[in-house]
């Protein structure tokens, strides 16, 4: 593995080169060009940032465990109390201007750079968090087993840390529950 590795990378890097050769020629954008070019804008263009700002007023965001760092560059520029500050980090959207609605169990788009640590510190940065454990989607069993099953210490922490969420036991909220144990509908 240590003498393939390094063959394996460049073999690699050249073909992202060769791609973005490719795309530039073709005169084309993937879509994290896009994500790369309206965060460029938005941090290096506060004009812009007011202008969006002004038109969109509310920004929601669903599935927010799948957001990438970029993304969430893209947000909180967006969404920034003060159009000057360039560090995505440092802003701090205006207070009723950033929704997010997420579950950091589900962060699992690692592989598109979205992650749980992203996930914190856009949380953290808001400040404002409710949970939300009802489950609506579910027959009562199913709930338990997943609590059950979910609750132990290997799945989760009972404790949130950087790179785990806290494990947060769902609560039954459907009122069509089966008349009999173990029936579904």
Do not use: M
């Amino acid at each position: 593995r240590a003498h393939r590795y390094p063959t394996v990378l460049r073999v690699l890097q050249r073909a992202r080169d060769f791609y973005d050769r490719q795309r530039a020629a073709a005169h084309g954008l993937n879509f994290q060009d896009l994500l790369l070019r309206a965060a460029r804008l938005l941090r290096e263009r506060p004009e812009v940032r007011r202008y969006f700002r002004r038109r969109f007023t509310h920004v929601l965001v669903d599935e927010f465990q799948d957001t990438d760092p970029i993304q969430a560059e893209v947000l909180l520029l967006l969404t920034a109390s003060d159009p000057g500050e360039r560090d995505w980090r440092k802003c701090r959207p205006v207070p009723g201007s950033l929704f997010v609605v997420g579950d950091p169990k589900q962060s699992i788009y690692r592989f598109r750079r979205a992650d749980i640590v992203t996930y914190n510190a856009v949380k953290q940065i808001i400040g404002n968090v409710v949970t939300l454990s009802a489950n609506f989607r579910s027959a009562g069993p199913v709930v338990d087993w997943v609590n059950e099953k979910f609750g132990r210490p290997e799945f989760f922490p009972a404790a949130a840390d950087e790179v785990a969420p806290a494990y947060v036991p769902l609560q039954r909220a459907r009122a069509d529950e089966p008349a009999e144990p173990g029936v579904f509908h």
